[in-house]
């Protein structure tokens, strides 16, 4: 029996005791936002370390940061010198549980019922996490590791990575690697093994408009002064023209088209206007004509008023002229858009647009960039087959909407390309009541990282 | 000596005394919104009666109603039979006097410094009825009355009066009149005897926006969903055209034009541009084209955003496309504009206009007609020719931007027009701390409402 089958059936064996030591990781409320949670989140930490020497990695420690430290293990120890090193990208944290009392069984007591784990985290991602660490045992405690692997996990994910950056800055050297494995990313279904290849970045603004000097009476001003909520209506609403598109000055001057193979890949994902309208309530969907759901969501940038604030909003009526009006606004952005670049089109949209009626202000709050990959890279491909191996089909690759900045910060620190896949479903409810992880798809992404691991090895 | 020439002389000699029973009104905290002032609100009723018993009237009574009660009391005591009859109307509450620390004198004191009595109510208006009671005194102290008169001094004004309406329906015989007296409308400057002939009449909705089930994540989703946000901001946007006009369907149908000769009178008032950006404080005037801004604020209708609402509007940033939007949206109406269409109007636009991408709902939340009067009425000539006799010269026509119900309530209940004046100046600063009346101008006020009284019994 070749080595890569006997760590599949090292994998298989082992179910039972997999499950039981995820239970056990599940069962630490790591909750990286509560400030009561330090100890717990030592705990989590102190739970991969105890993996880790257990697997025999080596430099393994627990490294401070400003807020939650970051693991670090690794095993420079490949059957042949010169084999590529993949950097296991993942954190210990987890959401808040709040409202206990939607969960079926108590959030941290990590439940089986039926095919499913329950628990907080067990999806996101304490599953993804464990399944690498089972991967690699079962690969090591069979014989050599095809590759080299270190492992980088976090705890800060999901309170937005505060500290990850300049970790990895002072860190570069220990973090060199070929590629980053990041399974943060789920399965669109149980039958669909998937493989992100390109995340949208962000920039989110803060727009005021400020009008009279304080709130007027609505009878003896209305008809001489420009409303702010008035104007910031209609600001917002020149921000797109007739066919959906972004009106900011240049902001598609750097979209990178999609090309004939990304919308035929693109369009065999099973999210059609129907999946679109089932999964939102409304009565139609709207966007950028030309571009089916799917390359409106994963391809193309967006633009969202994510807050609107103006004058009296309670019960009732009052009727005032308000003094000021605000709007939070973000861009999803994808490649090549320079989410810094996008503050002056809207700066500059503004400058333009905004009548002399009127003082504004505009708050940059934040960016990331947009990152894509290609799904050529050696580590994809081994990927892709890994998943033909176990099931049985190629992978469909996706686009996703949203964004995971630590996949540009690497790529933008440390140079590296990420893999982005995962077992989560996208039913399993992460960061909401009743978090679940599928347990089938999830033995079958364990033996789905031992061939990725090999294929790697073999191609590297 | 005529009989007017010793009211006036009367009015001239105890001008002391009036001041004192002035400040004794004012002391009373009589603020209709406090549900503990039930006991004050009792007391400034009693006042009046009180007064209305020293000059002999008849019928006075404090009527109940449902809230705070009617002062109530008439003459019907002229000189000659089918004299015309005066309703004088008046409000004896006030607004609260918050916030307390800003009042360089207490509110409730009553205190005069230099030509002004400082007080809560002095200007807004216990000033302007007692202005009413001590002309009517003057008169009745030296001999009969040149009309009768009616009071019906209400205590719930500043809370919107929820009772009057119901009140005058009930007793639509008791106040039968030929003319109304509302001197709840100031001056516009010491210099400048004011007439307020119009005002605009208002109707008021909440629309709301729906669009996704619940918020969702804008990474996600963006680009495929119309944002609540700004699908109500683009309905917003639509409501004014180019040149400022209103684009509700049939809008301004029944807009009364303005004659020649009102803008002529209008163009007399000193409230410029200029005017209106320093008391404003915004950097240009907004509008609609072909109006100057008085005409705007008085003769044009105008529409408001009052209140603008969606999605996360705390500090920081939340990438949630809302699941609804709302606005609350107020018109200003002129004559002959019925406020009960421009309900259906909104509607129409919306329902041309809303996108299929959302489901919306317009919620009527009030109306009131605006109103306005002949300035050839006899009793506004009446009045324009006492201000000729006190102040020289001629008063000022003007509509006025704002709403005063009772106007047009009266119009459409008791079928009978009024006159609005008053003796308080733009800068009293009623509502807010350290409102005040300027005793020169108040005295010259009882005055001529001898004289109008006078005037108008000859007259009518």
């Known amino acids: 029996m070749s080595h890569r089958q006997k760590a599949l059936e090292y994998a298989n064996t082992m179910r039972e005791s997999f499950l039981e030591q995820l239970k056990d990781f599940v069962r630490i409320p790591s909750i990286s936002t509560d400030p009561e949670k330090k100890a717990e989140m030592q705990a989590a930490a102190e739970w991969i370390t105890a993996k880790l020497r257990d697997l025999g990695l080596r430099e393994i420690s627990i490294i401070p940061t400003e807020g939650h430290p970051v693991v670090y293990g690794e095993c420079q120890c490949a059957d042949r010198p010169n084999a590529p090193t993949v950097l296991i990208y993942g954190h210990y944290d987890v959401q808040p549980s709040e409202p206990d009392d939607l969960w079926k069984s108590p959030p941290f007591e990590a439940t089986v019922r039926g095919e499913n784990l329950y628990g907080r985290g067990a999806s996101d991602m304490k599953g ?11 690969i090591l405690k069979n ?41 943060d990313s789920g399965m669109i279904a149980a039958d669909l093994p998937t493989i992100t290849y390109a995340l949208r970045g962000l920039a989110y603004f803060e727009l005021r408009v400020y009008g009279p000097e304080h709130d ?26 007739q066919d959906g598109r972004i009106t900011l000055p240049g902001f598609y001057d750097r979209v990178r088209p999609l090309s004939e193979e990304e919308r035929a890949e693109l369009a065999k994902l099973p999210m059609d206007e129907e999946y679109y309208k089932r999964q939102t309530g409304v009565p139609a969907l709207y966007g950028e ?15 969202d008023v994510n807050g609107l604030y103006s004058g009296f909003t309670g019960q009732g009526q009052k009727t005032v002229i308000p003094s000021w009006a605000m709007a939070k606004i973000s861009t999803r952005l994808v490649p090549d858009q320079d989410p810094a670049a996008v503050f002056d089109q809207l700066k500059q ?38 998943f033909v191996s176990v099931w049985g089909k190629p992978p469909v690759y996706k686009r996703e909407g949203g964004s995971i900045p630590v996949v540009g ?6 140079g590296v390309e990420s893999v982005l896949t995962g077992f989560g479903l996208s039913d399993d409810n992460i960061h909401g009541p009743n978090e679940k992880l599928h347990l089938p798809t999830w033995y079958k992404g364990i033996q789905t990282l031992v061939h990725f691991f090999y294929n790697y090895g073999e191609q590297g």
């Open 409 to 414: 910060n690497m790529q933008r620190i440390l």
């Open 216 to 241: 007027l009476h609505s009878g003896l001003f209305g008809g001489v002064v420009h409303n702010p909520a008035q104007v910031i209506s209609e600001l917002i609403a020149g921000m797109h023209d």
């Open 143 to 183: 014989g050599k590791m095809p590759v080299n692997v270190k492992f980088m996990i976090e705890g800060e994910e999901e309170i937005g990575s505060p500290n990850l950056n300049s970790f990895m800055e002072s860190h570069k050297e220990l973090l060199a690697c070929d590629v980053a494995l990041n399974p």
């Open 349 to 386: 949209y503004l400058m333009e647009k905004a009548p002399k009626t009127v003082r504004w202000e505009l708050i940059q709050m934040s960016y990331g960039a947009a990152s894509i990959s290609d799904i050529h890279h050696p580590a994809t491909q081994a990927l892709a087959n890994a």
């Open 289 to 303: 004509k030309g571009f089916t759901p799917v390359e409106r969501v994963g391809a193309r940038p967006s633009l």
């Open 128 to 138: 993804q996490v464990a399944a690498t660490l089972f991967a690699v045992e079962s």
